[in-house]
């Protein structure tokens, strides 16, 4: 069976008929159908790069529209890993904002008014836990309108405060209409371990898709180069992609750009043009566009997604129509996807795109955009982003823009954000003053996070601290860390009480 859709959900859109994807539909429909009936799951579609995830995903969202769920979606990205509750703001924040006053205090009711601060509202965030507890009651609330389902794509680049949150929903699902609905790749060392945690927890589904078939190759070789091909070019097809979708289709359009005609005589070529697989044919079709559309697709790579076209322009050195008209000829290179807002088609054009860069240009390019979002009032997290992606350079407002970063994960409840940018502002080098408090805000949060380098870091910020107010706050607070442990230790080392034989305790 074929199948056919073309929703925009906010994931990409496109009109595509999927092969080979009967069990994974009945899966997605099975779980749609629970859904529609009140019943909650995790369905997650693993798969490498390209297989057809995303699909999937779009599928499944337009199934549950079609059941008059209402779906929230949200896509990570590379560079915005370290986006404390990123994916949650993305699915949730729109809705929550948006919503008028009286619907907005309704849905914060309760508990779910924890999570308000971190959508961005009042409220103050207590510890990681409020966060996700609010967060929980704020789902809860909403699925009282109806069955819903949250849809995020590409997860294996989710921030850490996002996954925690997504594995504590998926352990509470039960009597909630709510269908927890993602893609990753497979977990592996470079993602975070609570990818694999989630992956792992009961009841969650798993839908594998493969690689397609010769049969399924051969029809899309035809649709793609418009002439019935040769079986031999088929298998050559087949086994250049390894019967990935993606890469079956950059090889296609390479093909097609070319002339080639689907015989015999060319099957040696394919296996000859796909070594370099999908990096060489994105590459080979944004050399073929003018140098705008180039310099423009190099500063979208550097910004990443979802970047504003005046930022890209000024990061590409282009004027702004200038910028548009390039952006155009690369939506229909189909290197960028047909979006209002400046997004590569798939991750894996990014990728590309990106890992040819060299190294230094792209490290100078982030310090640029970095100075640029810096100098457009972007939010403060994004420009951290970009200084992540930079070499340390004793870089005062580099610093002070990490700070804030940090100040708006910890008011949103995420400490480990706020740990990674505030360890990198002190890798700044800033002056000694500036040293003192980075400290003070580093040990403090990594004692939320329960991270023991707070002893270290709460030490040395007292030791740096002349003001006497801000060392016994200091003082308070390394006593907050070390008092559990130092009770522990003293419990044991503690002598086992015996009774003597008088009776007497020794
Ligand atoms: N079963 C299929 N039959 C035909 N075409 C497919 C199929 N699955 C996916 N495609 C097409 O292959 C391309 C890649 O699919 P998709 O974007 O869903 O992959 P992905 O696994 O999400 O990739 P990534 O890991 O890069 O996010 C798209 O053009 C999609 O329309
Ligand atoms: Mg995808």
């Known amino acids: 069976m074929a199948y056919t859709f073309g929703m925009p959900v906010g994931l990409r859109s496109a009109n595509v008929r999927l092969l080979e994807r009967d069990r994974e539909l009945a899966r997605i429909e099975q779980a749609v159908a629970a859904l529609e009936r009140g019943h909650g799951s995790v369905l997650i579609v693993e798969g490498a790069a390209g297989i057809g995830k995303s699909a ?42 948006g919503a008028g006053e009286s619907e907005r205090t309704e849905l914060l009711a309760g508990a779910a008014g924890l999570a308000g601060s971190v959508l961005g509202l009042d409220g103050e965030i207590r510890d990681s836990f409020a966060a996700l507890h609010g967060l929980y009651w704020l ?4 699925a009282t309108g109806g069955p819903m389902v949250l849809a ?9 405060p996002s996954l925690r949150w997504l594995i504590y929903l998926s352990h509470r699902l039960e009597g909630l209409p709510v269908l927890v609905a993602v893609t990753t790749h497979p977990p592996h060392f470079g993602h975070s371990p609570l990818l694999a945690e ?13 690689p397609l078939s010769e049969p399924s190759v051969a029809q899309l070789v035809c649709a793609g180069l418009g002439i019935a091909p040769d079986p031999a070019f088929v298998s050559a097809c087949a086994k250049a992609s390894e019967g990935n979708p993606f890469v079956l289709h ?7 750009a070319d002339g080639i005609n689907p015989t015999a005589a060319y099957a040696d070529q394919v296996a000859e043009r796909v070594p370099a697989q999908v990096q060489r044919a994105v590459l080979a079709r944004l050399r073929r566009l003018d140098q705008t559309a180039i310099r423009l697709a190099h500063a979208v790579a550097v910004l990443g997604e979802g970047s504003a076209l005046r930022v890209a322009a000024a990061l590409a ?9 390039a952006a155009d000829v690369l939506r229909t290179a189909e290197l960028l996807a047909e979006d209002r807002t400046l997004r590569f088609a798939y991750p894996l054009v990014r990728s590309a795109i990106y890992e040819q860069l060299a190294p230094g240009s792209r490290v100078r390019a982030h310090g640029r955009a970095a100075r640029l979002l810096f100098r457009e009032g972007a939010d403060s997290e994004r420009v951290a982003a970009q200084v992540l992606s930079c070499e340390p350079g004793g870089d005062l407002d580099a610093a002070e823009v990490l700070r804030s970063a940090a100040a708006a ?13 505030l360890r990198r502002a002190l890798a700044e080098s800033p002056t000694d003053q500036l040293r003192a408090a980075v400290l003070a805000e580093l040990g403090n949060a990594e004692r939320i996070a329960r991270d023991p380098a707070a002893i270290v870091h709460l030490e040395q910020a007292w030791q740096a601290t002349i003001d006497p107010v801000a060392r016994a706050r200091l003082a308070d607070q390394l006593a907050s860390v070390l008092l559990p442990i130092s009770s522990v230790a003293w419990q044991c080392k503690r002598p086992r009480w015996r009774t003597s034989a008088t009776g007497i305790l020794t």
């Not at 789902?139 to 909403?142: G, R």
């Open 317 to 325: 050195e282009l004027n702004v129509d200038v910028a548009a008209a």
């Open 56 to 97: 999937l995903l779009r599928a499944l969202c337009m199934q549950a529209a079609e059941r008059n769920a209402r779906t929230f979606t949200a896509r990570a990205s590379e560079l915005e890993r370290n986006f404390g509750f990123g994916i949650i703001r993305q699915l949730l924040e729109r809705r929550i904002v």
């Open 409 to 421: 994960a910890m008011a949103r409840g995420a400490p480990e954000t706020a740990v990674t940018y």
């Open 139 to 142: 789902v809860a609330n909403l």
């Open 250 to 256: 950059e090889l296609i359009a390479d093909l097609a």
């Open 152 to 160: 995020v794509d590409d997860l294996q680049w989710a921030d850490e």
């Open 198 to 210: 989630l992956l792992a927890v009961g009841g969650v589904q798993v839908v594998s898709p493969g």
